[in-house]
T-cell receptor, first 110, second 113 residues
Framework: RKEVEQDPGPFNVPEGATVAFNCTYSNSASQSFFWYRQDCRKEPKLLMSVYSSGNEDGRFTAQLNRASQYISLLIRDSKLSDSATYLC???????????FGTGTQLKVEL | NAGVTQTPKFQVLKTGQSMTLQCAQDMNHNSMYWYRQDPGMGLRLIYYSASEGTTDKGEVPNGYNVSRLNKREFSLRLESAAPSQTSVYFCATQPGSSGNTIYFGEGSWLTVV
């Protein structure tokens, strides 16, 4: 089993739709969780950290489920500009070891 | 992305040639990383440096060497390039502990023919 797994997609959704991505992780001792966004041929950039109690930033909501070992990202009212690949990032081994998922591709269409 | 600067942005090498990818940061971060990104594989850690003067192997270190010249600079060297090293390379920095955000450079596209 991979340390961090994501559905690669692509998720094709109409503008204005709500879409959700999940990411599962295998190490129950993982402590830090993030969602990064990566545009085509660009570097990954932090979208949001994921806190135990869940957190929201505008149209984006991140949640953590430790019992089932997954994190989720919900995007409401999708915009064309949300089209990108979303990377799940988990601190899997303590110290500075961050493990990246392979990413979920989102395409928002008119 | 003025915080983390990578050079060169694009490079084509012949098999067996050597080259060094340069990375410099002006964010005063302790930790620096080199990742490679390949289709379907995600980002994989090559080497990292938790602080000036220290370096450690990551997930895929074979065929690479690194040097943490000072707090600002962390270079990645390919001694004898192979086609399997064709990839996009990202340098990244982090303030300190694992709970902090990691910041990436714009990437270096390397092709080995």
């Amino acid at each position: 089993r991979k340390e961090v797994e994501q559905d690669p997609g692509p998720f094709n959704v109409p503008e204005g739709a709500t879409v959700a991505f999940n990411c599962t992780y295998s190490n129950s001792a993982s402590q830090s969780f993030f969602w990064y966004r990566q545009d085509c041929r660009k570097e990954p950039k932090l979208l949001m950290s994921v806190y135990s109690s869940g957190n929201e930033d505008g149209r984006f909501t991140a949640q953590l489920n430790r019992a089932s070992q997954y994190i989720s990202l919900l995007i409401r009212d999708s915009k064309l500009s949300d089209s990108a690949t979303y990377l799940c990032v988990v601190n899997t081994g303590g110290g500075n070891k961050l493990t990246f998922g392979t990413g979920t591709q989102l395409k928002v269409e008119l | 992305n003025a915080g983390v600067t990578q050079t060169p942005k694009f490079q084509v090498l012949k098999t067996g040639q050597s080259m060094t990818l340069q990375c410099a940061q002006d964010m005063n971060h302790n930790s620096m990383y080199w990742y490679r990104q390949d289709p379907g594989m995600g980002l994989r850690l090559i080497y990292y440096s938790a602080s000036e003067g220290t370096t450690d192997k990551g997930e895929v270190p074979n065929g690479y060497n690194v040097s943490r010249l000072n707090k600002r600079e962390f270079s990645l060297r390919l001694e004898s390039a192979a086609p399997s090293q064709t990839s996009v390379y990202f340098c990244a920095t982090q303030p300190g502990s694992s709970g902090n955000t990691i910041y990436f450079g714009e990437g270096s596209w390397l092709t080995v023919v």
